[in-house]
T-cell receptor
């Protein structure tokens, strides 16, 4: 069975450029999550969707970050303009069920983003 | 104060040793609890859920103490393959019965031959 699929696996770009990260959740999972992981701050929840609707975006760092989920099988996280401090590993995860209550999450392989 | 706190370690132990990790959480309304494992440069993966009654999965035992807001993970007879970072995870339910996961910083375990 296919797990959560993220692309690209690696991205290196210059500051000021737009970055778009993509995620395909596990089929049938209702909830989708975007995380950022750094050595300093660990794993941080940025935003999560339930049935394609953003439920909590309080973790989104600032207006430069935006996320969309146009349908049940696709989501994007966009950074515009990018800055060096955005360098991190960005994970997408999905879980079954209506809520992130007792359901464990399945993570994608992550996108390693480096902003020069 | 962080919502979920863990000792980052690293814990360096010999094969066969028993090792315990602790985690505390600050929000008493937290509903569900998990331990995740993350290998170097890999994604986090669910290790086990944590229940008030305690639960065991082979060499791994997880405990929850709601009164003290404390979670533990015990690994017996540690193997080289147990070397990883162990993440304590707490779910807080909000409105509409939707929740969000709060991850601890992780505790790094290195098992040596």
């Amino acid at each position: 069975d296919a797990g959560v699929i993220q692309s690209p696996r690696h991205e290196v770009t210059e500051m000021g450029q737009e970055v778009t990260l993509r995620c395909k959740p596990i089929s049938g999972h209702n909830s989708l999550f975007w995380y950022r992981q750094t050595m300093m701050r660990g794993l941080e929840l940025l935003i999560y969707f339930n049935n394609n609707v953003p439920i909590d975006d309080s973790g989104m760092p600032e207006d430069r970050f935006s996320a969309k989920m146009p349908n049940a099988s696709f989501s994007t996280l966009k950074i515009q303009p990018s800055e060096p401090r955005d360098s991190a590993v960005y994970f997408c995860a999905s879980s079954p069920g209506r809520a992130a209550g007792n359901q464990p999450q399945h993570f994608g392989d992550g996108t390693r983003l480096s902003i020069l | 104060r962080k919502e979920v706190e863990q000792d980052p370690g690293p814990f360096n132990v010999p094969e066969g040793a028993t090792v315990a990790f602790n985690c505390t959480y600050s929000n008493s309304a937290s509903q569900s609890f998990f331990w995740y494992r993350q290998d170097c440069r890999k994604e986090p993966k669910l290790l086990m859920s944590v229940y008030s009654s305690g639960n065991e999965d082979g060499r791994f035992t997880a405990q929850l103490n709601r009164a003290s807001q404390y979670i533990s993970l015990l690994i017996r007879d540690s193997k080289l393959s147990d070397s990883a970072t162990y993440l304590c995870v707490v779910i807080q339910l909000g409105s509409s019965n939707t929740g969000k996961l709060i991850f601890g910083q992780g505790t790094t375990l290195q098992v040596k031959p």
